[in-house]
Nanobody
Framework: QVQVVESGGGLVQPGGSLRLSCTAS????????MGWFRQTPEKQRELVAK???????TYGDAVKGRFRISRDKTRKTVYLQMNGLKREDTAAYYC??????????WGQGTQVTVSS
């Protein structure tokens, strides 16, 4: 059974940093993409960052230059380093595992709140 589990959310002041982690289990292929999306009650879920199996990364326009996605393939874990956080980064952050024809899976979400 595939599981995707996020951790690392919390409360941080504007300008601060947080690192989110996401670990996938129950997968047996080395070919998969992972990424982070975020959602608020007012907005649709949007891409934050994703990393392909070949290492290529893509970032949402709102976070370019401030956030960085990385991974540890041996641990099937992806990280999101968030720097220079702004109030508008407040959202529930969801990890996504895309295995193509093998399925697409989401974590339960972790809340990030940027407030003074």
């Amino acid at each position: 059974q595939v599981q995707v589990v996020e951790s690392g959310g919390g409360l941080v002041q504007p300008g601060g940093s947080l690192r989110l982690s996401c670990t996938a289990s129950g997968i047996f292929s080395s070919i998969y993409n992972m990424g982070w999306f975020r959602q608020t009650p007012e907005k649709q879920r949007e891409l934050v960052a994703k990393i392909r199996s070949d290492g290529e990364t893509t970032y949402g326009d709102a976070v370019k230059g401030r956030f960085r996605i990385s991974r540890d393939k041996t641990r099937k874990t992806v990280y999101l380093q968030m720097n220079g956080l702004k109030r508008e980064d407040t959202a529930a952050y969801y990890c996504n595992l895309d295995q193509g024809t093998r399925g697409n899976f989401w974590g339960q979400g972790t809340q990030v709140t940027v407030s003074s």
